[in-house]
């Protein structure tokens, strides 16, 4: 028999790989909506299904531990003992990866008091002898010591099970220097940290290496021990009990009795229906039809998944006066979609609970459909935005929008947001949204229709209702539905910037950026590419011998943030003149990015992004308005390019004062910040005065600056490292002013730790207006994922409700401008500031209409203080 033409056995280690996927993927993105965690089941069988296609594996087993316990621990008490406790994210995993491996028709193999490793090794053992080429896919070490002509080990590389590293006897060789039956020999010799066997002090692989080459085995260097000289002879000769310890259990058994042979193995048909409703229950929809493919039952599996869902309703094509008429007969909600074509309606869609409807868009049926769209019947979109800003392009208002199932989706997950239709009804209905191949010119299925999109995300709405706690459900309609149709107004009207003061800023910064580099070649003597990361590590460290920074996968950190500390610590001409040069690259791109976005007529129509964030905060793209740099002399310049337009008189400018600092006061009750805000007093110099013990007038400018870091600190979890590193104080300083401050405002602690710690019994934190941000992480047994979760449940009650409270004054401005007749509007919403167009004579009525609706969007125990700025530009109507 030729080797091609041999059968293939590939045995898997299903523990060790679920294990190493559970800590690759991020446990938030793969929870089901029960609250079952399946990041391991998705890593282990992702890599599974790419392991077939890439093998083409004849006969196949995957084999478990059944415990922690075995006949190594009956042996040795300590083996393994020193492994932590089970994350609680990964139990129950592992009997549902065995229920998706049933449903794939793969062999599953356990055996009590043996570990999953004498499974594999005793299926290798009989593949090699029955005449298999053999592949053994395990992260445990262990089985290293199978490897020979006929078996190949595949171990997963650090990232997790993504890359498989091919192990034959060459590569052993290549890597440890030994043949791979010696491997153990090794491993008895240095101990194994994983299994809690403690080898030889100070010996190393290259020690046992260079002792298994003078004496040839394990045995006769044991029994020459006392030939061996030095510190690390005299250890050997201590622990040569432990040696042969080791050597004994990291021996793998080859002959376990098992209740299947290697030719009991073969790859069998799997179950379509079964495969869909386990990886349906744990809501793996994209990894239903890479398993279809592979196994060759892609229409027994489009059969089953279509016998599942509910068939959507065929549309019927009508004329506009048709449309009105079947519109007037629809009762309760009706789902709409208006699909888009070069920014303006193309088509419209309707649907109800049982029927659709749709038409190609023309003057006709806008004029017909108009009146119902701006009408307040209730109405559900997926996506709404775009759709109602292609509608006021048309001239037509959308009214009555009750729901938004993308926003909706996103506020009940806000960590792993659905972006698309398609992904809430995987999600939710667990169907699949027909859609058409973008990759065909000409696709072979056609894709839902608008009439059926509609039905689709009434569908979803539905389904969503049923899971948004009463509070959510209010932000949704009573903050992001209004926010949403005012911010496809302001993304409409766009903002006038100027080409010119951009352009000839982008020149300086370029001339500016060219001077320093050649600066900076001089500093070192020769050029280098200052954006090449590998070309400034051999510079800072190898030239220039600086200390090494944070260890990453490609050499040694070169961040901005590394940098700047390493400037502080070790301050170098280049160092400085690098950190100056990527400073103006990066602003020079900032305006590069913005003045291509300015179109034809002079504006700027960047997109605020709803969904972008957890804690409620608006995000803008194409071009991102929020990573202008804040109050700085170049952030200035650039706020200067962005103008009042053509047939306006002047910018107004309004933010609020210390927002996040007012709303700690208001959730802790502090009864010290409640009277800081409430006497007018400047707050920093009211709490420096507190904490140092000092009148307010003796409180210096820099007792000042550390309490208000202090304060803005704690909002955002800060520790007194933190704290010693931002202000360059001692720990023990920082320290002792944390505890100086919490003995003055004593409530801002406790409603500090009891936050956190309601939260996790919660599983969610809310802002003052019922937006709730999950935080599973909180019950993690991994600390720095538990601490990470709780710096920022600290945080985001009170980011949120800032978040929330702008959104608020937001819409309550823009569409008290529309009831009082203005032409001025709200342009831009950037970190905490609006920006607003003022019309000429509308100065009074504006001013007044933006400080009210910004000072009575919350009621709080201090009061919300705005202020408010005016100017022919942003930055000269900065305050």
């Known amino acids: 028999m030729t080797d091609s033409a041999k059968p293939t056995l590939l045995v898997v280690d299903g523990h060790s790989l679920a294990y190493r996927a559970f800590f690759a993927l991020p446990v938030d993105n793969f929870t089901t909506k029960d609250g079952q965690h399946t990041n391991g089941i998705y890593g282990f069988l992702a890599m599974l299904i790419n392991l077939i296609k890439a093998e083409k594996p004849t006969h196949l087993a995957v084999a478990f531990d059944t415990s922690r316990q075995s006949f190594r621990t009956e042996v040795y008490t300590e083996y393994k003992a020193n492994r932590s406790e089970t994350p609680s994210e990964f139990k129950g995993q592992i009997p549902l990866l065995q229920d998706c491996l049933a449903a794939m028709s793969i062999t599953v193999l356990q055996k009590e008091n043996i570990e999953a490793d004498d499974i594999l090794a005793t299926l290798a053992t009989q ?67 994983s299994d809690n066997l403690p080898g030889v002090p100070k010996v190393g692989e290259k020690t046992a290496v260079k002792w298994l080459t003078q004496f040839g085995t394990l045995d006769d260097l044991l029994e020459n021990a006392d030939k061996v000289t030095g510190v690390v002879g005299g250890n050997l000769r201590e622990h040569l009990d432990d040696v042969r310890r080791n050597r004994s259990l990291n021996r793998l058994l080859r002959d376990v009795e098992l209740p299947v042979t290697v030719h009991d193995l073969d790859v069998r048909p799997m179950d379509a229906q079964a495969v869909r409703d386990i990886f349906a229950r744990l809501e793996f929809k994209t990894l239903i039809p890479r398993v279809a493919e592979l196994a060759g039952i892609e229409q027994q599996m489009a059969a089953v998944t279509s016998a599942a869902a509910m068939l959507a309703p065929v549309p019927a094509e009508l004329s506009a006066a048709e449309l009105v008429a079947w519109l007037e007969k629809a009762t309760g909600e009706v789902g709409v979609t208006i699909a888009i074509a070069g920014g303006l309606p193309s088509r419209v869609g309707f649907a109800t609970m049982d029927a659709a409807a749709e038409a190609s868009w023309s003057t006709e049926v806008a004029a017909s459909v108009g009146p119902w769209l701006a009408s307040s019947a209730p109405k559900v979109l997926s996506d709404a935005k775009s759709q109602v800003k292609a509608l006021r392009r048309a001239d037509v208002v959308l009214g009555g929008l009750a729901f938004d199932t993308i926003v909706a989706g996103w506020l009940l997950r806000p960590s792993f947001p659905d972006k698309a239709l398609a992904d809430l009804v995987d999600r939710y209905l667990d169907e699949k949204l027909p859609e058409a191949d973008p990759t065909q010119l000409v696709p072979e299925t056609e894709g839902a ?307 956190v710690e309601q939260a996790r019994i919660d599983g969610y934190t809310e802002t003052i207006f019922g937006r709730r941000r999950p935080f599973p992480d909180l019950a993690s047994p991994n600390r720095v994922l538990r601490e990470n979760a709780e710096r920022a449940a600290l945080n985001a009650p009170i980011q949120g409700s800032a978040a929330d409270i702008m959104k608020i004054a937001l819409f309550h401005i823009h569409d008290e401008f529309a009831a009082e007749g203005l032409r001025s509007r709200v342009l831009m919403q950037i970190h905490d500031e609006l920006v607003v167009e003022v019309a000429p004579g509308e100065w009074d009525a504006a001013e007044r209409i933006v400080r009210d609706r910004m000072g009575d969007a919350a009621s709080l125990t201090v009061p919300l203080d705005v202020q408010i700025g005016r100017g022919g530009d942003w930055n000269q109507a900065g305050h």
């Open 449 to 755: 229709t608008p009439g059926q999109l509609s039905w689709y995300s009434l569908r979803v709405a539905e389904a969503l209702r049923g899971e948004l706690a009463p509070s959510v459900t209010t932000v949704l309609t009573d903050i992001e539905l209004p926010t949403l149709t005012t911010l496809a107004d302001m993304e409409l009207a766009g903002v006038a910037v100027s080409h010119e003061k951009l352009s000839a800023f982008s020149a300086e910064l370029g001339a500016r950026a060219d001077a320093i580099a050649q600066e900076a070649f001089a500093a070192i003597g020769h050029e280098v590419n200052l954006g090449s990361p590998k070309q400034l590590q051999e510079v800072l460290f190898e030239e220039l011998q600086l200390p090494k920074t944070r260890k990453t996968k490609t050499g040694y950190s070169t961040d901005a943030a590394v940098l700047a500390d390493l400037q502080e610590s070790n301050p170098h001409p280049f160092l400085d003149l690098l950190l100056q040069h990527r400073e103006a690259t990066k602003l020079r791109q900032i305006i590069e990015s913005l003045d291509a976005a300015i179109a034809a007529d002079g504006r700027i129509r960047t997109t605020y992004v709803q969904t972008g964030s957890q804690t409620g905060r608006l995000s803008s793209t194409d071009p991102n308005l929020q990573n202008i740099p804040v109050r700085t002399q170049e952030s200035l310049r650039i706020r200067a390019a962005f103008e009042v337009g053509d047939g306006y008189e002047t910018l107004l400018t309004a933010d609020y004062s210390q927002i996040e600092m007012r709303i700690m006061a208001h959730l802790s009750e502090d009864p010290g910040l409640v009277e800081a805000f409430n006497s007018g007093e400047d707050l920093h110099r009211f709490v420096g005065a507190r904490v140092f013990g000092v009148e307010p007038s003796e409180v210096t400018p820099a007792m000042r600056t550390k309490v208000k870091a202090m304060s803005y600190g704690l909002v955002y979890g800060l520790s007194a490292f933190g704290l010693s590193k931002q202000l360059r104080i001692e720990q023990s300083e920082a320290k002792q002013l944390m505890m100086e401050y919490f003995a003055r405002f004593g409530a801002v602690r406790d409603y500090l730790r009891s936050s």
């Open 127 to 193: 593949g090699a002898e029955a005449g298999f080429d053999v592949l053994v896919c395990s992260g445990d070490r262990d089985t290293i010591q199978l490897v020979n002509d006929d078996i190949t080990l595949l171990y997963p590389n650090v990232q997790g099970v993504s890359q498989l590293k091919r192990y034959d006897i060459d590569a052993v060789i290549e890597r440890y220097g030994v043949r791979p039956e010696q491997y153990p020999d090794i491993a008895a010799l240095v101990g194994e940290t």
